[in-house]
């Protein structure tokens, strides 16, 4: 028996569409097939000392940086992060408020960004392929893509280039207001009940919105339903709070072994009481330990073979988890998300193609980078091998994207054979030699030919980037596709999540 919910996916992806096609903010940005370029001076003589001083007040530095060749003067930088910023290395994570000293001025829309600096990933791919599977899902999560980072004319190596979240801007765009409090679950967002006391919580969350009002009410109330419900719990709980949304972000957080987030460490989450329909919505933020680079005391062999029913222990200190687990409703929801993604989505004959891609728009700026964490060497290897390091915090072996993806999936698969849900192997095989693109190079339009008929094909074409630029299911035998809307440039095209070629545009 199988659990493939088409409808509820085709409606959730529709609704996601809607969303993006509502996003202004930053588009032309995030979908630009380019690697951008953040020029930050500073003329304060010991500016390194002020940033530094300033990382333990959280207060930005003022400064001026050139974006993708504009230039915007009197912003705000500061150091961010907290393993990531520990680390002895210069190279830094960076935030930048286009508005801390001069009110209305933005990037593309954006007032603020965030610039990670790959501390634990020698791929630099982790936390981009692990957000934009969030996105491609319809969860709420920021948009990610690169910038090769400058300061005071000195190449300070690639950095992810992160969308902010906590701002009425992302608010807007996802959930049409931005009128609800919007809680941050850190330090130690464990959702576990303190009393009704809103001070109760002060310490262990943080009001990124309406912060005048300081109204905590409704997180309490969350709070309360998560932990002291019982005979209803499952009626209390949809009276408050979209649980089929966190439920996909648990899934996701689970199946990439993100164990950073409330499913392991317990925070580096979001969530938004949204006025509209009066529930909580679960945000997915700081992705950066994915593929298991946060390792909380497992081997190798414990994450990659993770059940996907795990919780922390003791399982007391997650309890919306530890109770919808001993929902059936709530448990077979959870189920069906896994067979439905590693059915068709989490494999190797999909995500390899978008690593690949990423790998090779990256590459030359990651070998420039002198002062990235790894080298080149642990660059090409970690895309297909497990390496061990040394002076990694808390790791020793760093899983390689590919193979942790095989061997995830094996093991997901495995657990859900004993649930009901079989996930099949590849199907539409199509010889390499029977596929056929032409003209290519192109000026407008590609003509996409199989010698064989093959029904039910999927076409998939991706910028240098890795983001998703056109898609199309097509029953004959060739398929016309005009490329009007493209920039000039170089792209790549997938055929059923298998075969990967480049395209070239002019």
Not at 261 to 267: A, C, F, P, T
Not at 288 to 300: A, D, K, P, R, V
Not at 421 to 432: A, H, Q, R
Request: with cysteine; hydrophobic share 35%; charged share 20%.
């Amino acid at each position: 028996m199988k659990h493939f919910f088409y409808s509820l996916s085709l409606m959730v992806c529709l609704n996601y569409s809607i969303i993006l096609n509502a996003q202004n903010e930053g588009n032309t940005t995030f979908n630009a097939a380019q690697i951008h370029e953040v020029h930050m001076t500073f003329s304060q003589t010991n500016y390194w000392d002020s940033l530094t001083n300033y990382y333990t007040i959280d207060k930005y530095l003022r400064g001026n940086i050139v974006f993708d060749g504009t230039t915007y003067t009197d912003v705000g930088i500061k150091f961010k992060g907290n393993s990531s910023y520990m680390n002895p290395s210069d190279k830094k994570s960076f935030k930048v408020d286009m508005n801390e000293f001069v009110s209305g001025q933005n990037v593309d829309g954006l007032k603020k960004f965030n610039l990670n600096n790959g501390f634990k990933d020698p791929t630099f791919i982790r936390e981009k392929l692990t957000l934009d599977f969030c996105r491609d899902h319809g969860l709420s999560a920021p948009r990610c893509s690169y910038s090769k980072v400058f300061i005071n004319g000195v190449y300070w190596g690639l950095y992810m280039f992160v969308e902010e979240m906590d701002n009425g801007t992302f608010l807007k765009q996802h959930y049409n207001n931005k009128q609800g409090n919007m809680f941050k679950g850190d330090p130690n967002g464990d959702l576990k009940w303190y009393g009704s006391s809103p001070s109760a919580y002060y310490s262990k969350y943080e009001l990124k919105t309406n912060e005048t009002t300081n109204d905590w009410t409704d997180l309490v109330q969350l709070i309360d339903k998560i932990n002291n419900s019982s005979t209803y719990f499952y009626d209390s709980l949809e009276t408050m709070m979209n649980t089929s949304v966190f439920i996909k972000h648990w899934a996701l957080s689970n199946l990439f072994v993100n164990l950073d987030s409330y499913l392991g460490s317990g925070h580096n989450y979001f969530i938004y009481h949204d006025t509209l329909s009066k529930k909580f919505e679960w945000l997915t933020w700081d992705v950066n330990e994915s593929f298991g680079n946060f390792q909380m005391g497992m081997t190798i062999p414990q994450l990659k073979n993770m059940s996907m029913y795990w919780v922390s222990s003791p399982s007391s200190n997650r309890p919306i988890i530890q109770k919808m687990l001993t929902n059936t409703i709530y448990k077979n929801e959870l189920t069906n998300t896994f067979c439905n993604w590693v059915q068709y989505d989490f494999s190797n004959s999909n995500l390899d193609s978008k690593i690949d891609s990423l790998a090779n728009a990256i590459r030359a700026d990651v070998y420039a980078d002198t002062k990235k964490f790894f080298t080149n060497t642990q660059f090409e290897d970690n895309l297909t091998m497990d390496i061990n390091v040394t002076g990694s915090p808390g790791v020793s072996t760093i899983m390689g994207l590919k193979p942790f993806i095989t061997a995830r999936r094996n093991a997901i698969a495995a657990e859900l054979a004993t649930q009901g849900c079989t996930v099949g192997i590849n199907e539409n095989d199509i010889e390499i030699s029977d596929l056929l693109i032409y003209p290519n190079p192109t000026s407008d339009y590609i003509n996409v030919r199989l010698k064989n008929l093959k029904t039910g094909n999927s076409i998939k074409i991706y910028n240098l980037i890795g983001e998703e630029v056109y898609s199309e299911f097509f029953n004959s035998n060739e398929l016309k596709i005009n490329l009007f809307f493209l920039n000039s440039g170089i792209y790549f095209l997938n055929l059923n999540n298998r075969y990967f070629t480049k395209i070239e545009k002019f």
